[in-house]
């Protein structure tokens, strides 16, 4: 493993307070934080002061990334936390230019990876289900996670950071605490309802311990649920499916935002369900529902 590079001491205090800004003024999230420290440390490593970072530097950051491997995404980025960087070191009277705002960086494509099928997702909770039949506690835990996840589309870290209390069993409802603390309600149906129920009944109570957390989703030795051991569980389920791609948790989010599109749900629904703040991001979601539009193409227009 290597160490990260040695800053020097004005430019790595620079930094330090960037990120406390980002995380105590901007709320942004630890992981966020961690990746905005690993990209800029990179790009801060050979500056001797804050006021070297010009242009050529940033662009021959940026080439070296792309000489190196890195894709189109991680380029787009990386230049999108130098763009925040120079913003904030420009505002704050740190440099007394902005060079990021002349920046160009490719534009990522944003391709959705494929997605299990609506036979091979029930065959998956099927599955789940028959494993979960004997009542055992981490097993109707882990049918829980699979059901939750196809039901709900909510992100791993969503699901393993819901507490008791963000349940609404009567009206089959979850209180979610998204990307930069917006909270949104989704719902769920029947049979991920049987599997919160068996798990409240059965499962939970046999996991907890003392000093456990309100967390509805709770490890083997009665802590929160960590959301590695939440992907592992969906790896593994995946894996027993034949002909279904090992996507891993994201693909059960993506799977549940184009069953529904291809059932005919509405396009606002999808995004509030996943929580996207802009639109944009959920029409991703269309290209993959061609088929269903021809179908409504002909039904309806008077040309077809």
């Not at 950051?61 to 792309?66: E, N, Q, S, V, Y």
């Not at 769920?188 to 059965?202: E, I, K, N, T």
Request: include cysteine; glycine fraction near 8%.
């Amino acid at each position: 493993m290597t160490s990260s590079p040695q800053l020097a001491p004005v430019v790595a205090a620079a930094l330090e307070e960037f990120l406390q800004h980002l995380e105590l003024e901007r709320g942004r999230s630890p992981h966020t934080v961690r990746a905005y420290r690993g990209d800029l440390t990179g790009l801060l490593a050979d500056l001797a002061e804050l006021t070297d970072l010009d242009l050529p530097v940033l662009r021959r950051w940026l080439a070296a990334g792309h000489a190196a491997g890195a894709g189109r995404a991680t380029l787009a980025r990386r230049a999108a936390a130098a763009r925040t960087f120079t913003a904030w070191a420009r505002r704050t009277g740190r440099t007394a230019t902005d060079p990021g705002a002349r920046l160009v960086s490719p534009r990522p494509r944003r391709a959705l990876p494929a997605v299990p099928t609506v036979a091979e997702a029930a065959t998956l909770l099927d599955a789940a289900g028959s494993g979960a039949a004997e009542g055992e506690p981490v097993a109707l835990r882990d049918l829980l996670v699979l059901e939750l996840l196809y039901a709900t589309g909510v992100r791993i870290a969503e699901l393993c950071g819901l507490d008791i209390d963000d349940i609404d069993n009567d009206r089959r409802a979850l209180r979610i605490v998204g990307k930069g603390d917006r909270e949104r309600t989704v719902v769920y149906g029947v049979p991920a309802a049987a599997a919160l129920r068996r798990w409240q009944d059965a499962g939970r109570p046999a996991l907890v311990r003392s000093g456990s957390p309100p967390a509805l989703l709770l490890g083997a030795r009665g802590g929160r649920l960590d959301p590695r051991v939440a992907r592992t569980v969906v790896h593994r389920a995946l894996a027993a499916v034949p002909g279904a791609p090992d996507v891993g948790p994201h693909g059960l989010r993506h799977a549940a935002a184009t069953h529904m599109l291809e059932g005919g749900a509405d396009l606002r629904y999808v995004q509030e369900l996943l929580g996207h703040a802009k639109l944009a991001t959920t029409q991703l979601y269309t290209h993959v529902t061609v088929e269903r539009l021809k179908v409504v193409h002909e039904q309806a227009h008077p040309r077809a």
